[in-house]
Every structure is written in structure tokens, then in C-alpha cells.
């Protein structure tokens, strides 16, 4: 079986540089992670084992009793910055996070109601609505509706499908004819070449894999890629969640991951994937020559 790995695909800098700063913390029995710093169980057990507390990202109400707290890549609203005063804050906000928090201050500031398109909930997205209460929140084209208001700025999370992002865009200045609506594209550079990657895999294959977590949006998002186009897609953390069944029959199989997967889980559930594809080999009819069936190095 051929597995044809994404030309861009795992862990951005933002999410290296916020690991890469939790480990280089002397003290981490007094810091308290706020949500998840990736969405990766091992990533996340180590950092637990070094001695970080961890608070779920949706208990935000309780403030974490160490004197320390860790803000993610995600980054979080000034109003929860507020609450935080008294402690010291560990600031890893991915600067293409602060981008979008600027941007939306500076539309809000000129009046404008912001349009977020994203995924209601998610933690980089209430570090936009704890500050604009009024912030609509959209996560499909589906969801775009008249009577927002006549002066709308539309920006995207960053990890939003860049396609979906200029849809939403095109719909609400439709059902708002006469209005003021602008837009900033807020999606960020390593989830866009992620996305190109993956429309170029998609082409050349018959099924997708991709390495992630399930709270990872952008990981979900490139399933959902798959999907558009009637790809089976699976999402698996580790190489454990393989099962070998799913891959009888087929040839050329693509390997994606999203944007917190360390390369480690990327390298292992490649490896596990070629094992599987040689596992399967013997069922291919006697006298027939499939020239797809072979791997390439890893690179
Ligand atoms: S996905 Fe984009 S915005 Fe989020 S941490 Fe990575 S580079 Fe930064």
C-alpha cells in the first residue's frame, strides 16, 4: 500500500514555541496550564509528569489556585486576563492569535459588529466573544443569516478553511445589501498551507489518515476536507487506533495531521501504516502486479 504523506502537514510554530516554553520553566509545580497546550494525549501526560497542574478549558470560572498560570497558543480575552491579576502569567499566545484579537479591537473600536467565522465554544474563539459580547459566531455557510446589523467586519479563527471563510463572507455581505461589511482574512499561514497540502493529497488518493486530537478543530477540519470530495477519512491519535480492516482494498492512502501532532505520532502511525499495507499485500490475486503497492522512505 502506498502511503502519500502531505506536503505541510503537523505541529505549527505556534504550538512548538508555547511546548517549547513549557519545558523551559524551572518551576512547574507552581503553573497552572490553562486548557489544553496541544491537543495530544502523550504531549499533554508529559507535561503533567514534569509537574504542571492542568485546568480544563471550560472551567474558567474557578481561577487555579497555583501562583503561576500558562495561557496557551490560543490565546485568551483581556476580560480573563483581567481575572487573572495577582498571578504570573505565562504568555504563549501564537502572535497570529494576538493578530486577530488587534484586529477585531480595532473594528469593534470603528463601530463595527464583528462576524467570527469559527467554531462556537472553542477557547481561541471566546478569546474574541469574552471581549465582544455581541460577536456572531458562524461555523458553516449554512448558518449566515440576514439582520446581523449594517456595519459588519468578518474575520475567521484561525484555523478556519479558508474556502468556508470567503463563502461566509460572500453570503453575509449578499443578505446585507446596502450595509458596510468588510473583511479580514484572520486564517493563519501554517493552517493555509496545511489546506493546500491536503487538496493536493486528496486528488492522489483513495482514503485519508490524519494524525490529531479529537478537540483539535483543525484536525476535524481536514477529515471534513476528505469527506466534501466522498474520501473515507479516519482521524487517530496514536498507531494503536489502526485497525488493519480498514485498508483491505485499498491502494494509495494519504497521511495528513493537524496543526498541534507532534512528528513523533506522525512518523509512528506512518510506520504502522506501511506494516499494515504489507500485512494486507498477501490478499491481492495471484497474477496480479499492483505497482502502487510499495512505500516510499519517510521524509
Ligand atoms: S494554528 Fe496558526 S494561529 Fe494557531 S498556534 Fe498554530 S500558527 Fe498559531
Redesign the pocket.
Known amino acids: 500500500m502506498l502511503v502519500i504523506q502531505a506536503q505541510a502537514m503537523g505541529m505549527?510554530?505556534?504550538?512548538e514555541d508555547?511546548i517549547s516554553t513549557a519545558h523551559s520553566l524551572k518551576n512547574p509545580q507552581d503553573v497552572t496550564i490553562l486548557g489544553e497546550i496541544v491537543h495530544n494525549r502523550r504531549v499533554q501526560q508529559d507535561l503533567i509528569d514534569r509537574g504542571f497542574a492542568s485546568q480544563s478549558e471550560s472551567a474558567r470560572e474557578e481561577l487555579p489556585a497555583s501562583s503561576s498560570v500558562l495561557v496557551t497558543?490560543?490565546g485568551i480575552s483581556d476580560a480573563y486576563r483581567n481575572r487573572l491579576q495577582g498571578k504570573t502569567i505565562v504568555d504563549t499566545t501564537?502572535?497570529?492569535?494576538t493578530r486577530?484579537h488587534k484586529t477585531a479591537r480595532r473594528f469593534a473600536d470603528q463601530g463595527y459588529r464583528l462576524v467570527l467565522v469559527g467554531k462556537p465554544g472553542h477557547v481561541?474563539v471566546l478569546g474574541i466573544t469574552e471581549d465582544h459580547p455581541d460577536t456572531v459566531v458562524l461555523p458553516s455557510l449554512e448558518a449566515v443569516r440576514a439582520g446581523l446589523g449594517n456595519k459588519l467586519a468578518v474575520l475567521a479563527q484561525?484555523?478556519t478553511p479558508s474556502d468556508l471563510f470567503e463563502a461566509v463572507f460572500e453570503r453575509v455581505k449578499e443578505l446585507h445589501p446596502g450595509g458596510a461589511v468588510e473583511k479580514l482574512d484572520t486564517v493563519?499561514?501554517?493552517?493555509k498551507q496545511r489546506q493546500q497540502a491536503i487538496g493536493a493529497l486528496l486528488k492522489r488518493v483513495q482514503a485519508l489518515v490524519v494524525v490529531g486530537g479529537a478537540h483539535s478543530n483543525?484536525t476535524l477540519r481536514l477529515c471534513e476536507q476528505a469527506e466534501k470530495l466522498g474520501l473515507p477519512s479516519v482521524r487517530v491519535e496514536d498507531p494503536s487506533e489502526l485497525n488493519s480492516e480498514w485498508f483491505r482494498g485499498l491502494s494509495v492512502v494519504g497521511l495528513s495531521a493537524g496543526?498541534?501532532t507532534p512528528a513523533e505520532a506522525i512518523s509512528a502511525v506512518y510506520r504502522r501504516l506501511l506494516e499494515i499495507g504489507r500485512a494486507l499485500r498477501p490478499q491481492i490475486p495471484r497474477g496480479f502486479t499492483n505497482k502502487v503497492f510499495t512505500s516510499r522512505a519517510h521524509s
Not at 505549527?12 to 504550538?15: H, N, T, Y
Open positions: 505549527c510554530f505556534g504550538v508555547a497558543a490560543h501564537c502572535p497570529l492569535v486577530v481561541e484561525t484555523t493563519c499561514r501554517p493552517t483543525n496543526t498541534s
